[in-house]
């Protein structure tokens, strides 16, 4: 049996991590084994490039070395944690993955984006989603909500409001470009309405897939 390789993407703030929760709880109840991973991190070496990433003292970071870093863990993570559970049949619900490396340092920065998927490339060794839940919530929403949180911000939050218009808008156009793998949610809505869209479209997705084996 084939697994299914899941990612939630989208700006900070569109609560991601709650609707992992939700996710990984229903596939639970239904006996779907499952497993889940955070990008940057994911895995213990990768849990420490993101130490070394998100650290708001770490202002000069060079944007090729902030790529290949998000790009190292993301080969980490792969290697050590999706490949294995896709092979053993698992769902592998992902918060966030390549998508995220296009969106923040491809749109948010002037670098090349194509070197940015190139690198990208390399680093997964070409695997792709079979579905992108984008979460997607205006600038200023994804600022209050990081406000109310009250804890301090990491070196990409700190980055200013245009950066972050950029990021969005690069999310949404990426899921204009494969509109056959993302789906996109206004993340504004209330949190269940949300995840009744999310399950109800990996119950799809996991249903055709079993009819098509059978
Ligand atoms: P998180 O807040 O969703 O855990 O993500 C950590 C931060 O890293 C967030 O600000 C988005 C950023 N990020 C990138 O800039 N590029 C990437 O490839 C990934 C995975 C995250």
């Known amino acids: 049996m084939k697994g299914w390789l899941i990612t939630l993407e989208g700006p900070e703030g ?17 006996g779907i084994p499952c497993t889940v991973v955070r990008e940057p991190g994911g895995t213990a070496i990768g849990d420490r490039i993101r130490g070394i990433l998100l650290d708001p003292l770490a202002t000069d970071m060079a944007v090729r070395t902030e790529i290949l870093l998000y790009a190292a863990s993301r080969a980490q993570v792969v290697e050590q944690v999706i490949l294995p559970a896709l092979r053993r049949g698992e769902v592998v619900l992902c918060d966030r993955f390549v998508d995220s490396s296009i969106a923040y340092q491809g749109f948010g920065t002037p670098w090349d984006r194509e070197e940015v998927r190139e690198v990208n490339r390399m680093a997964t060794g070409g695997l792709r989603p079979d579905r992108t839940y984008l979460l997607d919530v205006p600038v200023e929403e994804s600022i209050r909500r990081l406000q109310k949180r009250g804890r301090e911000t990491d070196r990409i939050e700190q980055k200013g409001r245009s950066y972050h218009e950029r ?28 995840f009744r869209v999310l399950k109800g479209d990996l119950e799809q997705l996991i249903s055709l897939s079993r009819e098509g084996e059978a």
């Open 14 to 30: 569109g609560g991601k991590s709650t609707q992992i929760a939700l996710l990984q709880e229903y596939l639970k109840q239904a």
């Open 167 to 194: 990021v969005r808008q690069g999310f949404l156009h990426l899921a204009r470009r494969e509109p056959d793998r993302f789906l996109v949610v206004d993340a504004r809505r209330p949190i269940q309405e949300v």
